[in-house]
């Protein structure tokens, strides 16, 4: 019998709660002092599937000149735009049914970004796990984390975890 899987969130977000600013911008967490890998290297080495929106795929593409970070685990893009597979990921319109597919076999699933996407998935009640660590800045705007929901979800808190000035804030889904 097959384990169900999970679907974790796993990024960083400013005390005003934004995960970028407006112009998908991200430099600002480069002012923040951290230690090592900020538990990025940890958290990594859990997940074997990464689902992200089609902005976050461009943008990240755009940023490591077209190489694929996340070779040797199954990507998958939400996007309206219809694309061909490539050698890293597929893409698909439905979040909330790939989401349950993947549950479904079993896989630990990390939903890289964007907030639209996090947003979909939370009001389908398909997020598992937040793992939120939280910059010592404020944006004043940007790309909030959370919109306004028709959902009401509760987390129990996991654990916590300093890597210097960041705060790792762990959370679980409660039942």
Not at 138 to 165: C, E, H, M, N
């Amino acid at each position: 019998m097959t384990m169900a899987g999970e679907a974790a969130v796993f990024l960083a977000v400013s005390l005003d709660g934004c995960i970028a600013t407006r112009d998908d911008g991200v430099d600002w967490l480069n002012n923040v002092r951290g230690e090592g890998d900020n538990g990025y290297g940890a958290f990594y080495s859990t997940v074997d599937t990464v689902v992200m929106g089609r902005r976050t795929y461009d943008w990240m593409m755009e940023e490591t000149d077209g190489e694929y970070p996340y070779e040797g685990k199954p990507g998958y893009v939400i996007s309206e735009d219809r694309r061909r597979p490539t050698e890293h990921v597929s893409f698909t319109k439905s979040p909330v049914n790939l989401i349950q597919q993947l549950k479904r076999d079993g896989r630990r699933i990390w939903i890289v970004g964007g907030s639209l996407l996090i947003h979909s998935l939370l009001e389908a009640e398909e997020v598992d796990e937040l793992i939120l660590t939280m910059a010592p800045v404020i944006l004043g705007d940007g790309i909030p984390l959370f919109y306004k929901s028709r959902v009401a979800q509760s987390f129990s808190l996991k654990s916590t975890r300093r890597y210097g000035d960041f705060v790792e804030l762990h959370y679980l889904k409660e039942a």
